[in-house]
């Protein structure tokens, strides 16, 4: 069994000084109110795992709001709390968050079993919770501060690596902790316990599965391509027989297979370029499991997974707007006739980030795959050196013919014909004396 100190020694080892401050102030606060404090969850998981987590759970056996409402008003914080369900958050004013729940009071064994009233509900709560691992307690108040509390075997768990269910019907009651269990067996590197793989694979098979709205569905997908190796989560949902559930069709045969990889290769090169264009890499895995379904089935699955109706109707659109300009690109590096880089810039430029990085995994056409990576790394920073003041004082008038030569200045640009601000003032000189 682990000792408290050798908690409050890895508090010091792996957390921010100020956050293990913060948790002592918060046993504080509890000693104050006399309710006993704890840290729940994936925090203390990740903690005992040397695992980087800033999301503190805390839990108060009693009143959690009257808890954080105190601590908050102590430490210059702010709450919001939600009264039915007895929760609240502690907002810093730096933006750092604390979660805290309250343990059920009401549940009583007997009035005679009182002293342990306190000590059940916090054992209820957790025994509410998907896996053992997530199960774990570490007191906060004063004198047991740092006690690690452990009912259902989860130290063990952690050390043998294992993501096990407390009860048999967890997968009927939460269907997306099938995903859950994945999630985080491939980043934990953790393996699902034999009896735990089995309900999985029952709850699939009683199609308890259906019974998940799209939204859910797709939470829960999201969450999977969003970690770090999310190749080995679709594995896990294609050996489970999990795919099917965004569309029918998809299957990991050996061609979907290649696709993965060679998306994922594209997405780390892309994040190995750290450019500043924020994008959803979800997606680019979304797209590729996608990519054999026709428009109008993609358009369906999006609908049905209740994707965010201005990101569906952005993907959808471009996930066919690229197809046809990809296909351009692909007939024009094919033929003889070399591409200038304004037209690469040109033909590109519109598309988001996602499809761009779909297409650059999907094409077969090394030409093609060069023009997309030299479009991230050298044409989309491009601008003309002169601006529409420039333009004025040429005597333009205002108007889209602006537009059209600051364009026309870029593309002499990207091909190298325009190297300095003198270069375009000329050749917006000769275009509009040949006007
Ligand atoms: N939980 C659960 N069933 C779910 C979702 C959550 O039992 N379907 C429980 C888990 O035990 C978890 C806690 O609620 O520890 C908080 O959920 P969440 O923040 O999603 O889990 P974390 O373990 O913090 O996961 P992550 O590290 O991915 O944030």
Redesign the pocket.
């Known amino acids: 069994q682990v000792k408290s100190r050798e908690v409050e020694a890895l508090m010091n080892k792996h957390l921010p000084k100020r956050t293990t401050a913060i948790l002592h102030d918060l046993g504080r606060t509890g000693d104050q109110l006399d309710l006993t404090v704890y840290a729940?969850?994936?925090?203390v998981?990740?903690l005992l795992l040397d695992i980087q987590?800033m999301?503190i759970?805390v839990t108060v056996d009693g009143d959690g709001i009257l808890f954080a409402e105190t601590f908050a008003a102590q430490f210059g914080c702010r709450v919001k709390s939600h009264q039915k369900f007895g929760t609240a958050v502690i907002v810093f004013p730096d933006g750092f968050k604390i979660?805290v729940a309250s343990t059920r009071l009401e549940y009583y064994v007997s009035p005679g079993a009182l002293p342990t009233v306190e000590r059940s509900s916090l054992k209820m709560d957790?025994y509410?919770?998907?896996?053992t691992v997530?199960?774990l307690a570490i007191a906060l108040n004063g004198e047991s501060f740092g006690r690690l509390i452990d009912y259902f075997g989860a130290y063990r768990d952690l050390q043998s690596r294992v993501i096990r269910v407390l009860h048999n019907l967890?997968f009927v009651e939460?269907p997306?902790?099938v995903f859950?269990a994945i999630?985080?067996e491939q980043?934990l590197n953790f393996k699902i316990a034999k009896h735990t793989e089995d309900l999985i694979k029952n709850a699939v098979k009683m199609e308890f599965l259906e019974k998940l709205g799209g939204r859910r569905l797709l939470s829960e997908l999201v969450?999977i391509l969003r970690e770090k190796e999310p190749l080995k989560g679709i594995g896990r949902m294609a050996s489970l027989g999990l795919l099917r559930f965004i569309h029918p069709s998809i299957e990991l045969t050996p061609a979907m297979q290649g696709a993965l990889d060679e998306t994922r290769y594209v997405v780390s090169w892309f994040d190995l370029l750290y450019l500043e264009r924020p994008y959803e890499r979800w997606s680019v895995y979304f797209l590729t499991l996608c990519e054999g379904l026709s428009e109008e089935q993609f358009l369906g699955t999006c609908t049905r997974l209740a994707v965010a109706e201005h990101y569906k109707e952005r993907l959808v659109e471009m996930r066919k707007e690229g197809e046809r300009l990809i296909a351009a690109l692909e007939r024009k590096v094919a033929g003889s006739e070399k591409v200038e880089n304004s037209e690469i810039y040109f033909t590109l430029r519109g598309l988001p980030v996602e499809v761009l990085l779909y297409h650059m995994a999907k094409s077969r056409s090394a030409e093609v795959k060069r023009c997309i990576s030299l479009y991230f790394t050298k044409l989309d920073g491009m601008h003309p050196q002169i601006r529409g003041e420039d333009l004025k004082e040429l005597g333009v008038a205002p108007g889209p013919l602006y537009r059209e030569l600051l364009d026309l200045v870029l593309s002499a640009r990207l091909n190298g014909k325009a190297a300095s601000r003198e270069d375009e003032i000329r050749l917006v000189r000769e275009v509009l004396g040949g006007v």
Not at 40 to 43: D, I, L, R, S
Not at 128 to 131: A, E, L, P
């Open positions: 729940v969850g994936g925090f998981r990740d987590n999301d759970d979660d957790l509410r919770r998907d896996f997530n199960t967890s939460d997306t902790r859950r999630r985080f980043r969450q």
